[in-house]
């Protein structure tokens, strides 16, 4: 009976790829990978791409020896200083300000890259007042089309 056990107990250990040493040995599946992109997902065009990379400058030119200016700015641990609910909704309509006749949704969208603010984060910070806006501007555009929850 022992024997048994003791057979039982190395072919277990037999299995084991560490006590085999062939971890770092892999099955390799050689099917093709296929996926497709969620139909909702709206490529932007070239002109979009254009016009944010202008909007971005713009912002970059405005927002220079102002008070935001230390948003940009590394401390002596190497960290950006953080913008708080107050500081995104200032940074945003001092955006939209200054910036009369650019689209909403570009000023948003360039904000979230130059601060590196997830859009998730920065739209929960905006007041109803903005959110408004940039659901407007979406509707408009056509992006919302079928959402009844927003207005």
């Known amino acids: 009976m022992n024997d048994e056990i003791e057979q039982e107990e190395e072919s277990t250990v037999k299995r084991d790829k560490i006590f085999e040493?062939?971890?770092?040995?892999?099955?390799?599946d050689s099917r093709d990978i296929t996926f497709?992109?969620?139909?909702?997902?709206?490529?932007k065009s070239y002109e979009m791409t254009i016009d944010e990379e202008l909007i971005f400058?713009?912002?970059?030119?405005?927002i220079k020896e102002t008070k935001f200016e230390v948003f940009t700015l590394m401390d002596g641990d190497l960290k950006f200083k953080k913008?708080?609910?107050?500081?995104?909704n200032e940074v945003?309509?001092?955006?939209?300000?200054?910036?009369?006749?650019?689209?909403?949704?570009?000023?948003?969208?360039?904000?979230?890259?130059?601060?590196?603010?997830?859009p998730e984060?920065?739209?929960?910070?905006?007041?109803?007042s903005f959110k408004t806006e940039l659901i407007t501007d979406l509707k408009s555009r056509?992006?919302?089309e079928g959402?009844?929850?927003?207005?």
Do not use: H, Q
């Not at 913008?83 to 995104?88: C, E, F, M, P, S």
């Not at 984060?121 to 905006?126: A, G, N």
């Not at 959402?147 to 207005?151: A, E, G, T």
């Open 92 to 118: 945003y309509l001092f955006a939209t300000t200054n910036l009369p006749g650019e689209p909403n949704i570009e000023i948003f969208s360039v904000i979230c890259s130059y601060f590196d603010i997830s």
């Open 147 to 151: 959402r009844k929850s927003l207005f």
């Open 36 to 43: 497709t992109v969620d139909p909702s997902i709206k490529e």
């Open 121 to 128: 984060k920065f739209y929960e910070s905006l007041s109803n």
């Open 83 to 88: 913008l708080n609910k107050r500081d995104i």
């Open 21 to 28: 040493n062939t971890y770092e040995e892999t099955e390799m």
């Open 57 to 62: 400058n713009k912002f970059d030119d405005i």
């Open 142 to 144: 056509g992006y919302l």
